[in-house]
């Protein structure tokens, strides 16, 4: 009965003698296995099918859009236009590309961390500075206080991967004429213990916020609050699982605070040795 079980009929189970004895044990512990290799296929299948889904809606809008275009000669401006529309569409699809790529070396154990010392004010400022183009064409103004903190020991192109998230979507969901600010502090290092404290970076913004009860979903892969709004700024829903999963390997903690209409809150918090 064990032979017979493959992929394709994981929910089958194999027949408990009932005997209490090794066989009957062995048995249970057969089927216990069954039933996980099970939940890791569905997670398997659900996981495409949202990557697919991802990826076919703004293939979909490029195809239209190019497809209009063709169909009578237009002038410059008007290509132009469409070009300009494409890109974006093509930026969005590259962007959720990368991030699924990445999840699967994560969910594949393939990333080994890095440790090497991390100056995290000179990276947040790198970061503000990339981000300023964005946040122009969002009229969002970006502010910095960040402190001369002693160094951190992480992956720096992870960090960077991290706070980039934060970055955009706090750029991405907030209101023209609003701002973003970058905050890096030190806490709770202690002479007497030896103990070095963490370094606290928050990523605030004066956007939309998020529902309090849908605070807690946020980190799910593929998560959006609100899915057609989500749509239009162009997410996947997976920068925050990302974010979540750097900030472990970190041995962090990332904690965020949200009011409807007022703005949001992202803490993170990385140990320094
Ligand atoms: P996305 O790529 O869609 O932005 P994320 O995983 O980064 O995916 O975020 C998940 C969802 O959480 C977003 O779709 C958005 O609804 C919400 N969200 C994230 N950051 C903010 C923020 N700073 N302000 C308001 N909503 C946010």
Same mark, same amino acid.
């Given at each position: 009965r064990a032979q017979s079980i493959s992929s394709e009929n994981l929910g089958e189970r194999i027949p408990q003698?009932?005997?209490? =004895?090794e066989i009957d044990r062995m048995v249970a512990t057969l089927n216990e296995m069954i039933q996980r290799l099970e939940q890791s296929f569905a997670q398997l299948e659900q996981f495409t099918a949202n990557a697919s889904h991802e990826l076919r809606t703004p293939l979909t809008i490029l195809k239209g859009e190019i497809e209009v275009a063709l169909q009578q000669s237009r002038n410059d401006g008007e290509y132009r236009s469409v070009l300009e529309s494409n890109l974006e569409e093509v930026r969005r699809i590259s962007r959720t590309v990368e991030h699924l790529f990445l999840l699967a070396r994560i969910d594949a154990n393939a990333i080994t961390p890095v440790r090497e010392p991390v100056f995290l004010k000179p990276l947040l400022e790198e970061i503000a500075k990339d981000a300023a183009i964005l946040a122009g064409e969002h009229e969002v103004r970006i502010e910095s206080a960040l402190d001369d903190i002693p160094e951190a020991q992480g992956d720096t192109i992870m960090l960077v991967q991290l706070f980039i998230n934060l970055v955009e979507n706090g750029i991405k969901y907030n209101r023209p004429g609003g701002s973003l600010r970058l905050k890096l502090t030190a806490h709770g290092a202690n002479a007497a213990t030896g103990y070095p404290g963490i370094a606290r970076v928050e990523v605030s913004d004066t956007g939309i916020g998020i529902p309090h009860e849908e605070l807690d979903s946020? &980190? =799910? /892969? &593929?998560? /959006?609050?609100?899915k057609q709004r989500a749509r239009s700024h162009g997410g996947a829903g997976l920068g925050l699982s990302i974010a979540q999963w750097i900030v472990r390997m970190h041995k962090g903690s990332i904690n965020v605070r949200s009011r409807e209409g007022e703005g949001t809150t992202f803490t993170v918090d990385i140990p320094i040795e």
């Open positions: 003698p009932g005997t209490h =004895d946020i &980190f =799910d /892969r &593929f998560y /959006r609050v609100d």
